[in-house]
């Protein structure tokens, strides 16, 4: 069992840009696609894919389109944002990265001392009582003979379409949709939040575990699984398997429970924790 390199680009948005294995070959797990418009985006801008594993905070559908965070710029520890004053791009992220957005502060700390394993530590400051989701919306390279394994029977909420209307049932098989089968691509995109901490993602002999905690906090998985049927007009392949705090894509639409809340002191901190595996 290992950890992974996580590389970052606080400059655009703290986009994760690479998520290597520590252990089997020094895979990468992080899918790309070219975007010309994501250099350049803004606060309010449409959502602009360019894989990776974006911060979603404070909502991932919705407004604004897949959270505020993704579309600034982050600070590194230190005062400079990746890619300036120096900083060379492309090297494994170091220390606190935050960013500023209009309601709240988000801080991470990638740490890799932690024996097989890497850890990333959150905390979002925030007034008592704002509440947000947030999901690490990772994009993965994976094979049509990937696998997601979760905890069979959990609860799902499947999402047929881009909206927030869900369709009840339990992990894998909701509505004929067998939710842990990531292909063949068959021309289908759905969304799904499963009520469990954790997910491991099987492509042939290489295993990625994702885990979530958070202390009085409603936490879940989120699963996009776009099979050739997104967007519509030009559509592609895309696999997000998401640790998430909240039950919800859309922030508008979380009811009682559904959503991350900050208490009297001012700030949630939760952990995503990153483990990968090779058979041999």
Do not use: K
């Not at 252990?23 to 790309?32: I, Y």
């Amino acid at each position: 069992m290992s950890g992974a390199t996580i590389v970052t680009d606080p400059a655009h948005g703290g986009r994760w840009t690479s998520l290597i294995a520590g252990d089997g070959g020094g895979r990468e797990w992080l899918w790309h696609r070219d975007e010309p418009r994501r250099a350049g985006v803004r606060p309010g801008d449409a959502f602009a894919d360019a894989g990776g594993l974006e911060e979603c905070v404070p909502t991932v559908r919705g407004t604004p389109d897949h959270g505020d965070a993704w579309a600034r710029p982050w600070i590194r520890s230190g005062g400079r944002s990746g890619g300036q004053d120096g900083e060379r791009p492309g090297r494994p992220a170091r220390g606190e990265e935050s960013v500023d957005c209009p309601d709240f502060r988000l801080t991470r700390r990638i740490r890799t001392d932690v024996p097989d394993r890497t850890v990333v530590d959150y905390r979002l400051s925030a007034a008592p009582g704002y509440r947000f989701l947030w999901a690490a919306h990772a994009l993965l390279d994976v094979s049509d003979q990937g696998r997601l394994q979760l905890t069979e029977g959990a609860a799902v909420r499947l999402y047929p379409d881009g909206g927030s209307r869900w369709i009840p049932g339990t992990w894998p098989l909701v509505d004929g949709v067998p939710l842990d089968r990531l292909g063949p691509d068959d021309g289908t995109a759905v969304g799904a939040v499963v009520d469990v901490a954790e997910a491991s993602v099987q492509d042939g002999a290489d295993v990625l575990h994702l885990a979530v905690e958070a202390e009085g906090q409603p936490v879940s998985v989120a699963l996009w699984r776009n099979l050739g049927g997104f967007p519509e007009d030009a559509p592609y392949r895309s696999i997000g398997v998401e640790p998430m705090l909240g039950r919800v894509f859309d922030l508008a639409a979380a009811g009682a429970g559904d959503a991350a809340c900050v208490p009297a002191s001012g700030e949630v901190r939760w952990r995503l924790t990153v483990t990968a595996t090779r058979r041999s």
